[in-house]
């Protein structure tokens, strides 16, 4: 659904990706598929604050701020 909203409306709105976010891997997949932001609620109950950690270093990562 992200991707279609993001390539039908020409990214002309933020889309927030929400739900299934457990890792750095699904927070990523939500971004590429054209959410803007990302909205954490049960994966930061189960997987605690490291998992903001995770996808902040991810996000850096792809950036090219950190080291692969």
Do not use: C
Not at 5 to 24: T, Y
Not at 28 to 35: C, I, N, S, V
Not at 48 to 64: S, T, V
Request: aromatic share 8%.
């Amino acid at each position: 659904m992200i991707k279609y909203l993001s390539d039908k409306s020409n990214r002309a709105f933020p889309i927030i990706g929400v739900g299934g976010i457990h890792s750095a891997k699904d927070a990523m997949e939500k971004l590429d598929a054209g959410a803007s932001l990302i909205q954490l609620y049960t994966g930061f109950i189960y997987e605690g604050p490291e998992l903001i950690n995770d996808i902040n270093k991810e996000i850096l990562k792809r950036a090219g701020r950190l080291p692969r």
